[in-house]
């Protein structure tokens, strides 16, 4: 990635380059170079890219190493977002807890969730608890 491309520009690069109906996973790694900036752009490019990945199973959302970014400042937001927007979605992670929010939701198809922070809030703790999800059969906080 280069200096102006932003993570949205490479990932609508990528959804021309393959063939995006064919998409299992997608795993999402550093989106800025300011630990203090939230995905919420990178969610908005996923859900508006969701008509065009109707395979997608799978999403790990924060795949930033700590040479990238200490866990502890990876800030995230409300990533329920993608599981309201991709219904098939079977497994889920997100890494970083700084601004997470998990409200609760319901999702059919889920299977294995992970949430991986250095001290989760109890409000998302809460949410998850709250939500109702069938399939899950593999929680990882």
């Known amino acids: 990635m280069g200096d102006a491309d932003s993570w949205e520009d490479v ?8 063939d995006a109906t064919q998409v299992r996973a997608v ?3 550093v989106w800025s ?6 995905p919420d752009a990178v ?6 890219a969701r008509h065009r990945l109707p395979a997608l199973r799978g999403l790990f ?24 927007a991709f219904p098939a979605l079977e497994e889920f992670g997100v890494r970083g807890g700084q601004d997470l929010t998990f409200p609760a939701v319901r999702h059919d198809r889920l299977r294995e969730l992970t949430v991986q922070t250095c001290g989760v809030s109890p409000d ?8 109702d999800l069938p399939a899950l059969s593999d929680l990882d906080l």
Do not use: H, M
């Not at 990932?11 to 021309?16: G, I």
């Open 33 to 38: 170079e300011d630990y203090e900036v939230g």
């Open 11 to 18: 990932f609508a690069q990528f959804l021309d380059i393959v």
């Open 124 to 131: 998302v703790v809460r949410g998850i608890a709250a939500s």
């Open 61 to 84: 959302l924060g795949d930033i190493e700590p040479e990238e970014c200490e866990l502890s400042w990876i800030t995230q937001g409300r990533v329920t977002e993608v599981l309201e």
């Open 27 to 29: 795993i999402v790694g």
């Open 43 to 48: 969610i908005e490019a996923l859900v508006a």
